[in-house]
């Protein structure tokens, strides 16, 4: 029953939000008493969580497109600026104090929304294991550099240290997660500036021979705004104990200028490297640009980088997976992806092409998360953000019951972006039918553009603010 879902841990005291101490608090509603913060907070969250070196591989794979330095660029800007939505979606968290699979609950239905929460889990736990083994591999390189080339005994204590990491700070929660993502923020910052002060005087700023075309830009811009849009599914997740009074314009630029810089300053270090050598191995092809001296250091960073993007995606699969009607408490619910990411990031490492295949299969899923990002977004923009938070956390019935627990607008809405997503999306594991007619353009994310426009129409009028 929901009531055990939603329903925090008591110890007969008031729940806190303190570093190092286990959080009590799961998807319950956080109380106003226990709300603490400001804006600025979103902003070291984003900027420190997006240190990682993805990025770099993004920006290199732009390049690999057929774009130019310029052209990749322009392109890691523009998907930086996704991020305003990303930072403005977390006001649904100031305005209700709960996750956002569980806002998501007022645009498809109580029931409607699961299907939507469980493919959120896997998503979250599959960039969790591509992180995990990015990192292995770059502490395996360290260990090598030191001069221990253990084998499978040095990857297995690369891969357990990495996860340690990983999940001591996911599982201590909230508090501690704003605490490591801030000072890890500071060093990364300073480590990865030097690197782009390394690689981009190096760039080769010359356009290609051929023009990229309609297939190169697309697929950039998809590489560059799958980041972004893997996000919106947990804004909330780290807004919720923010105020009320916290000012929608704040939490919007604060999100955003974080994700902005991060990402945009390592995909200009990927596009820049990626003009210089081979990129297939991103983590060997930079490496090979720095002096002897910083390449040690550069491996610690990619090092950071994994877990601090790593710690936020573990972190909200655990509310995640209270949403998917879990009865147990976020700590609990944590080892349980804990130990999925552990198994997938074991088979990422020790069996053959199981990393390609993953990745491919990650690809995919932009499928389902633009068309799921444009039905949420367009519906907190017509709610206003406001929401009936016992409608949200009734187990049935309330404002957000509909028709047996399913919202037809939303799912129709829903259903009508996966259909043009999947008929425009350009992967290895899937071609749609209509890309060849389009001269190979991938236009999946436009699938947001289309789920939204649905949902505007079908419920404008009956979706509206609460009073």
């Not at 020790?350 to 390609?356: G, Q, V």
Request: glycine share 12%; aromatic share 10%.
């Amino acid at each position: 029953m929901l009531e055990r879902e939603t329903a925090p841990v008591t110890t007969g005291r008031t729940a806190t939000d303190e570093v190092f101490q286990v959080e009590e608090h799961g998807i319950d509603p956080i109380p106003d008493v226990e709300r603490h913060g400001g804006a600025k907070d979103v902003f070291w969250l984003w900027f420190g969580s997006n240190l990682t070196f993805t990025y770099v591989i993004n920006g290199a794979l732009a390049v690999a497109f057929g774009l130019s330095f310029w052209q990749a660029t322009a392109v890691v800007v523009i998907g930086g600026l996704s991020f305003l939505a990303i930072g403005a979606a977390g006001l649904s968290g100031v305005r209700t104090g709960t996750a956002t699979l569980v806002i998501s609950r007022a645009a498809f239905g109580r029931r409607g929304n699961w299907p939507a929460g469980l493919l959120n889990w896997i998503v979250s736990i599959g960039y969790t294991i591509v992180n995990t083994v990015v990192g292995t591999l770059a502490l395996e390189a360290f260990f090598a550099d030191l001069g221990w080339h253990g084998g499978h005994a040095a990857r297995a204590l690369a891969l357990a240290v990495t996860l340690a990491l990983t999940f001591a700070v996911a599982l201590w929660g909230h508090a501690t997660v704003q605490f490591a993502e801030r000072w890890m923020a500071y060093v990364l910052a300073v480590g990865f500036a030097a690197l782009l002060v390394l690689v981009l005087p190096g760039a080769d700023t010359a356009a290609p021979a051929a023009a990229p075309g309609a297939s190169g830009w697309s697929l950039a811009f998809v590489v560059m705004l799958a980041g972004p849009f893997s996000y919106l599914p947990m804004p909330a997740d780290y807004t919720r104990y923010l105020p009320r009074t916290t000012s929608l314009k704040a939490l919007t630029w604060s999100g955003a200028l974080g994700g902005f810089v991060s990402s945009v300053a390592l995909g200009v270090a990927g596009v820049a490297a990626a003009t210089q050598v081979d990129m297939t191995d991103a983590v060997a092809g930079t490496e090979s640009l720095l002096p002897g001296w910083f390449q040690p250091l550069f491996l610690a960073l990619v090092l950071g980088g994994s877990v601090t993007n790593s710690i936020i995606t573990l972190y909200s699969s655990s509310l995640n997976l209270q949403v998917l009607g879990i009865p147990w408490s976020r700590a609990r619910a944590i080892v349980i992806s804990a130990a999925v990411t552990a198994v997938g990031s074991l088979g990422a490492l020790f069996l053959t092409d199981f990393t390609t295949s993953l990745l491919s299969f990650l690809s995919l899923l932009i499928i389902v998360f633009a068309p799921w990002g444009g039905v949420f977004l367009a519906d907190m923009v017509l709610r206003r953000c406001t929401y009936d938070s016992a409608g949200l956390h009734a187990d049935t019935g309330g404002a957000y019951w509909y028709r047996s627990g399913w919202h037809p607008a939303g799912l129709t809405a829903l259903v009508a972006g996966l259909l043009f997503s999947a008929l425009t999306c350009d992967s290895e594991l899937w071609t749609g039918p209509l890309v060849a007619p389009l001269g190979g353009a991938d236009l999946t994310l436009l699938g947001a553009l289309v789920s939204a426009l649905v949902y505007v129409l079908l419920a404008r009028g009956r979706v509206t603010p609460v009073q």
